[in-house]
């Protein structure tokens, strides 16, 4: 079945050091989601990418497809105390069976 | 808009005992996803159900079942619980297959 393996599992920064996150897939992926959990939180949406190549980004975070919509990447730049939490990545398949696989996520610690 | 919604938020119960736990979906949304997150394991995909079907299934033994009523709220069954069923339980909904979910504030079960 699909894989989905996410790295570091832990991240310590401190704050204003920048961040990143990877997630590469088993199988090729139809998309890729990224989402946020504060401590004590449930997951929370963050952005969703389609296209092959494709960089988005929402302020200090840019997110990466790669062209062989294997793997994606979560860079956040001059971290804050805000920041922290656990960042997943789920890759979907597509068609058919349907279904989110969810990484295991890295989880992101801010020294102030 | 209100968001999607569970209950009972806390659950305690006996090795042995069933617990059931609810979810209603973002009003308009057809599709629900269960999600099991046990302390350092990430979000392990349980049950989907779209337009009161079970359209997938992740890896969980048959004790764990569910159903979607024609209002798209659902319920989450797990009989005979085990001592390794203590997680909190996330319930997600979506416009539509493919689409972005969205998460609940999950379900805490304990099982002693």
């Known amino acids: 079945g699909q894989q989905v393996m996410q790295i570091p599992q832990y991240q310590h920064v401190q704050e204003g050091e920048d961040f990143t996150t990877y997630c590469n897939s088993s199988t090729t992926l139809s998309n890729i989601q990224w989402y946020k959990q504060r401590p004590g939180g449930h997951p929370v949406f963050l952005i969703q990418l389609v296209k092959s190549g494709e960089v988005k980004k929402q302020k200090r975070l840019t997110f990466q497809f790669g062209e062989a919509k294997k793997n994606s990447s979560l860079h956040i730049t001059a971290t804050q105390t805000t920041d922290v939490g656990t960042y997943f990545c789920a890759g979907s398949s597509g068609a058919g069976s349907y279904q989110l696989t969810f990484g295991k996520g890295t989880k992101l610690s801010v020294i102030p | 808009e209100a968001g999607v919604t569970q209950s009972p938020t806390h659950l305690i119960k006996t090795r042995g005992q069933q617990a059931t736990l609810r979810c209603s979906p973002i009003s308009g949304h057809t599709s629900v996803y269960w999600y099991q997150q046990a302390l350092g394991l990430g979000l392990q995909f349980l049950l989907w159900?779209?337009?009161?079907?079970?359209?997938n299934r992740g890896n969980f033994p048959p004790r764990f079942s569910g159903r979607q009523f024609p209002n798209y709220s659902s319920e989450l069954n797990v009989n005979a619980l085990e001592l390794e069923d203590s997680a909190l339980y996330l319930c997600?909904?979506?416009?539509?297959?493919?689409?972005?979910?969205?998460f609940g504030p999950g379900t805490r079960l304990l099982v002693l």
């Open positions: 159900y779209d337009e009161g079907e079970e359209r």
């Open positions: 997600a909904s979506s416009l539509a297959v493919g689409e972005t979910q969205y």
